[in-house]
């Protein structure tokens, strides 16, 4: 997946995985752990199988979004 679309789709599924781990961040916050998200998600993927489409890239950045909020919520007791 290009460098940009990761970015892009890591963006929305953060700001996705903070409203449904009803989170109050800032939308840069937001966006942060999404990319973040996204980058976790698409190392993990990548381990698993050789390529993914745009909507298996989606799902898991907002997968790896939810399993970073949730890691900070955790450890950092926001």
Avoid: C, E, Y
């Amino acid at each position: 997946m290009p460098v940009v679309a990761l970015i892009v789709l890591g963006a929305l599924a953060g700001v996705l995985a903070t409203r449904l781990m009803r989170m109050n961040t800032d939308l840069p916050t937001a966006m942060v752990i999404g990319i973040l998200g996204a980058v976790i998600g698409g190392l993990g993927f990548r381990f698993l199988m050789s390529s993914a489409g745009w909507v298996g890239g989606f799902v898991l950045a907002l997968l790896g979004s939810l399993a970073l909020l949730w890691i900070w919520q955790r450890f950092l007791g926001r």
